[in-house]
């Protein structure tokens, strides 16, 4: 009898400590990366529990914004390192695979980047140099410490054209090779990823395979297609996406998810363009407080398939990063209408995971 209670108890240690929730980093260890965007206010402690949710999840980290040209290089000869290298820290202190997030992007670029004194584009020579001096400059200043970093940012257009970026005007397609160039110069060890957003499309999709094969036939570094994956409940279509995953690892390259996220409001537009802003309306915002239950259990269901979808690629498929910690600090809560409560990311605005996550996690 003493060892049949024994054996039961022992079992019920074990049933317990089996049923203890995991770590997303956890449960996803054995298949890729799992990494999420962080801010400065997350970097400096301020925001203690987005820090903590980031901590305790994900094993990668990639900079929403402090490292972006018009925030860590504001003018030619001023570069502002604070905010950087809180995230830099963050990701060491926690033994996280740092993304650097990105060195080359026509948005949020310093306005004197590609323009003279008199506001008329720089010439090539010019824009070569100053596109070593940025790249060589902050990739060199954490050098070993970095492991990846997002060099070129949404240089092609939906259709396949290269997009008619200052970049583009002023050095043709050689901007990206260029780019590339330099910051294998300035760490030899790290990873270099090509990223952009709407990779669905089969234009943008077949300019990538061409353009990273060039690159490659080259002998110029690069390591992985970042596909961005901003989406919402009815775009994109799921087997288009895959067939764009694919087609990316078909060039030997890693393929990334880079920045997931998935809308649950009525889309407006499409895509992840910046610049396209809808003015706001009350009816583009209809769920100020919470989700309706048939419409959480939608943006759950395919979330599920997503995931089902990264699981099945595993083999090719080397991070999953959500860009942002928790609803409330998603990018999305203000675009394309600036005002709205959305519902776009794994944890919610109380730091629950989403019930998708819940079979990974053992949740109850
Ligand atoms: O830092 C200023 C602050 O000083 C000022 O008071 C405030 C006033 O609005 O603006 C702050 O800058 C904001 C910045 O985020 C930092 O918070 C900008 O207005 C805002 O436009 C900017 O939005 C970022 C967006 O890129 C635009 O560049 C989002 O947070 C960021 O999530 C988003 O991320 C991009 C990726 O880098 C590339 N792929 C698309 C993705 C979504 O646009």
Redesign the pocket.
Known sequence: MKKTLTLLAASLVMVSCSAEPRTLKDAFKDKFLIGV?V?QWQCSGEDSLGAATAKKHFNSIVA??VM?CE?IHPEENRYFWDDADRFVKFGEDNNMFIIG??LV?H??LAPWFCKDSLGNLVDAQTLRDRLRDHIHTIVGRYKGRIQGWDVV??AIEDNGDYRNSDFYKILGEEFIPLAFQYAHEADPDAELYIND?SMNNAGKRDRYVKLVNDMKSKGIRIDAIGM?S?MGLDYPNLSDYENSLKAFASTGCKVMIT?LDMGALPSVNRG?N?ADKVAYQKELNPYPEKLPDDVSAQWNNRMDSLMNIYLRNADVISRVTA??VSDGDS?RND?PVRGRHEYPLFFDRNYNPKPFLHKYLNDK
């Open positions: 965007a801010n929403e914004n972006k925030e997030h990105c992007w948005s949020q940012n949404e957003y961005q901003h920045e992840a910046v860009w942002g990018w675009w």
